[in-house]
């Protein structure tokens, strides 16, 4: 492996020699850089993508759960019986029955694993998405992909809301999972645009902690909208949400898609500094100096313009080709392993809780209750995923001889949200096979968990691998979110099956025993992930020292070419 005493890619120097924080990714002296934005300006538009994504996966994530609706909608039933349907009286005492509504596959209706596909499908049509749409955006930039994706999202749920027949009610899922696939992928994206290292842990653990809230509140809604009025009012009110939010972003959130060296990316002093006071904590820092006679001032269309700036499709096609070899890294490789059994583990207890709250007594329309515990879970997601991970990175930075910030430190902030899911898919798996003698809230425990640990650790790894290859983190993005969700998909789709046959504590305790074979590569990161970067990405000697602002498209586009193949 190459020798690491050089800067390696995704290193940086956070603080100087006068332990002063250093602000990385650098930015250009061009008044339009996205990193010159003032702070409420970045953070209104981090609250859109909030709303936006939530919005979007709520309409994917709510619908998932509501199959039995749809088993009953396709066999000719009205669903609002689940209203007044009480399942433990058809089911075995200290028998959890999985699938109580099995019975109406017998009533003319669809087969089954047809109507399941409205869950299941979306989740792969997701994972095909990023590996189209994250080149793209590369290519002509953020903005308009996320708002075609946005506008497929809730096209999708319109015409899932009015279509009467199976088939259709698929194609509209399936054009809603490829819509929210963007959300999985770019805003991550958006926020490496815009933020600097010190601030992103803060910016994603916002992101996925309100979705959180929002999809939680709209889940609660469901079974009683479901039971008082009719399952497509669902539809129509998450996409009629998502058509605000999707205005909301044309004014909210400008294009932040801009050309970086790998020396720009470390957060190299490649321009001319000056002194510029903060307005908030009045601190004294060293940022580029502003040049608004040769780049011109921000417009109208630097704010709200879409495809507006040069089209890079060479550097799109070497991001596809980046796509593919950095599946191989051994660091990548690791995040797909540990992200996939944490979403089939959080796809294992979303598939089942609602059959053994059900067997706890629960009626139908209180099953939202359910999410509660990822509301509770929610504020700890933002607090140990951005506050104190962003924390832990800076201090650990700043007790450096030379004030180096390595991505590797993101990772000591993984144990707890390991550890807690581990737990979680234990407790959840006892639980469920004595649910006759123990309290819900024993239950609601394991989702709690599993819920605090899987997002606070997406949140994570999205952070570690943008700053770990921060000259393609698209590319890396990709990989680790349409992985997550096709393995995911594949380890749980079964779930049922395999709690039927062996037990719940056997099967949840299989999914923990995976997640502890599969964290113990932990450690190994922690301590080789820089050499591992300094063997897949190289060092920033004899790299470029800036992206040249005043260069033709011809020359820009090389450029760029360049940190792909470097």
């Not at 909608?73 to 699938?99: C, F, H, M, Q, W």
């Not at 550097?315 to 191989?328: C, D, F, I, K, N």
């Not at 450690?523 to 004899?542: C, D, F, M, N, S």
Request: aromatic content about 10%; hydrophobic content about 50%.
């Amino acid at each position: 492996m190459p020798d690491t005493s050089a800067l390696v890619v995704g290193s940086s120097r956070l603080f100087d020699e006068h332990q002063q924080l250093r602000y990385i990714s650098k930015p250009t002296p061009d008044p339009k850089d996205p990193l010159h934005l003032f702070q409420w300006r970045k953070w209104l538009a981090i609250a859109c993508l909030c709303l936006f994504g939530a919005l979007a996966l709520a309409g994917e994530h709510i619908i998932a759960t509501l199959v039995p609706v749809f088993v009953l909608e396709y066999a000719g039933i009205d669903p609002r019986i689940l209203g007044s349907l009480d399942i433990t009286k058809s089911t075995t005492p200290g028998v959890v029955n999985l699938s109580p509504l099995e019975t109406l596959s017998q009533l003319g209706g669809p087969p089954l694993y047809g109507v399941a596909l409205l869950s299941s499908l979306p989740l792969l049509v997701n994972g095909i998405a990023g590996y189209m749409l994250v080149p793209l955006s590369i290519a002509i930039g953020r903005k308009p992909v996320l708002l075609l994706a946005g506008a497929m999202a809730w096209i999708g749920g319109l015409m899932a809301g009015l279509s009467h027949r199976l088939e259709p009610h698929l194609a509209a899922r399936c054009l809603q999972g490829f819509g929210v696939g963007a959300v999985e992928a770019l805003v991550p994206l958006i926020i490496q645009d815009m933020m600097f290292i010190h601030e992103r842990n803060r910016a994603v653990a916002s992101v996925v902690a309100s979705q959180g809230l929002i999809i939680v509140a709209l889940g609660i809604a469901s079974p009683v909208i479901v039971v008082c009025c009719i399952w497509r009012d669902i539809y129509f009110i998450t996409s009629g949400l998502a058509i605000f939010a999707w205005f909301m972003t044309i004014f909210c959130v400008p294009e932040t898609r801009w050309v970086r060296s790998r020396a720009e990316l470390a957060g190299e002093d490649v321009y001319p500094l000056e002194e510029q006071r903060m307005k908030k904590s009045g601190k004294v820092v060293l940022r580029s100096k502003i040049d608004v006679v040769r780049y011109g001032p921000r417009t109208a269309i630097t704010e709200f313009g879409i495809l507006h700036i040069p089209q890079l499709w060479r550097t799109g096609a070497g991001s596809v080709y980046e796509t593919g070899r950095s599946t191989l890294y051994p660091n990548v490789l690791w995040a797909i392993l540990v992200t996939s059994i944490l979403v089939s583990i959080q796809g294992a207890v979303g598939q089942v809780a609602s059959a053994v709250l059900i067997v706890a007594g629960w009626q139908f329309e209180k099953l939202g209750l359910a999410v509660l515990p990822l509301v509770l879970a929610s504020p700890f997601v933002w607090f140990f995923g951005g506050w104190m991970a962003d924390r832990i990175s800076n201090v650990h930075a700043r007790r450096k001889p030379d004030g180096a910030r390595e991505p590797e430190t993101h990772l000591l902030s993984l144990v707890l949200p390991l550890l807690a899911a581990v737990v979680g898919s234990v407790l959840f798996g006892y639980a469920g096979e004595n649910i006759r003698v123990l309290s819900s809230v024993v239950v609601l425990g394991g989702i709690f968990l599993v819920g605090f640990g899987s997002m606070t650790a997406h949140t994570l790894f999205s952070v570690y691998l943008v700053e770990s290859y921060p000259a393609f983190a698209g590319p890396v993005l990709v990989n680790v979110s349409s992985f997550r969700f096709i393995v995911g998909f594949a380890m749980s789709f079964k779930v049922t099956s395999w709690i039927q046959n062996s037990g719940f504590l056997r099967t949840f305790g299989y999914y923990s025993i995976a997640l502890v074979l599969a964290s113990l590569g932990l450690p190994v990161v922690y301590l080789y992930g820089k050499k591992i970067r300094a063997w897949t990405a190289g060092t920033l000697e004899g790299d470029l020292v800036a992206v040249g602002k005043d260069t033709n498209e011809v020359d820009q586009e090389s450029q760029v070419v360049s940190l792909y193949t470097s």
